[in-house]
């Protein structure tokens, strides 16, 4: 069964503390891998693409890394306002599906 | 660029009663997503469109819930008879095919 699962559920930081969020997954066929940002009462916000192992994307305080079974977004030094819910999915490349993590819920405390 | 647009952006209806949600995606999409979000979980989808055609709606309560895309563009959702379990959070997003898939804001649905 094609499976999605982010870990942790939830990350407290103080700001400035690096650390990583983890997407890793049994899918088949897969086409590409996204992530996203959610804020409270908001639909998610889209971060990254990335279609291939070995693969990176950077935008700000966010790096994202792409292997076979799993998919990284590196925070460095981050700040407040980087606090949100983060999600990963992945689009099948059978059928353009979606299959989506759970979210990590992210906190930076100043 | 203008985004996904939804509507209404909360509702509260009793139970056994209907709604309906309103989604128009960004102009050019031809896949259009009806997803549901409980909190503290991802989305999860109900039905993806590519133009009017259904991709996959095997997660929509059919006894409940129906979807329609007119023309290929605007799509509405509607829940008749609602139960308390409907309330949550309808995401509506939609993506060129095969690409990243953009949201609106979403309609917050409580069921009383």
């Known amino acids: 069964e094609d499976q999605v699962t982010q870990s942790p559920e939830a990350l407290r930081l103080q700001e400035g503390e690096s650390s990583s969020l983890n997407c890793s997954y049994t899918?088949?066929?897969?086409?590409?891998l996204f992530w996203y940002r959610q804020d409270p009462g908001k639909g998610p916000e889209f971060l990254f693409t990335?279609?291939?192992?070995?693969e990176e994307k950077e935008k700000e305080r966010l790096k994202a890394t792409l292997t076979k079974k799993e998919s990284f977004l590196h925070i460095t030094a981050p700040k407040p306002e980087d606090s949100a819910t983060y999600l990963c999915a992945f689009l099948m490349d059978s059928n353009y599906q979606l299959i989506w993590g759970a979210g990590t819920k992210l906190i930076i405390k100043p | 660029e203008a985004g996904v647009a939804q509507s209404p952006r909360y509702k509260i209806i009793e139970k056994r009663q209907s709604v309906a949600f309103w989604c128009n995606p960004i102009?050019?999409?031809?896949?259009l997503y009806w997803y549901q979000q409980i909190l503290g979980q991802g989305p999860k989808l109900l039905i993806q469109f590519q133009n009017n055609g259904v991709v996959d709606d095997s997660q929509l309560p059919k006894d409940r819930f129906s979807a329609e895309r007119l023309k290929g563009v605007d799509s509405t959702l509607k829940i008749q008879p609602a139960k308390l379990e409907d309330s949550a959070v309808y995401l509506c997003?939609?993506?060129?095919?095969?690409?990243?898939?953009?949201f609106g804001q979403g309609t917050r649905l409580t069921v009383v």
């Open positions: 997003a939609s993506s060129l095919w095969g690409a990243e898939a953009f």
């Open positions: 990335l279609y291939s192992a070995g």
């Open positions: 899918v088949s066929g897969l086409r590409g």
């Open positions: 102009s050019g999409h031809a896949t």
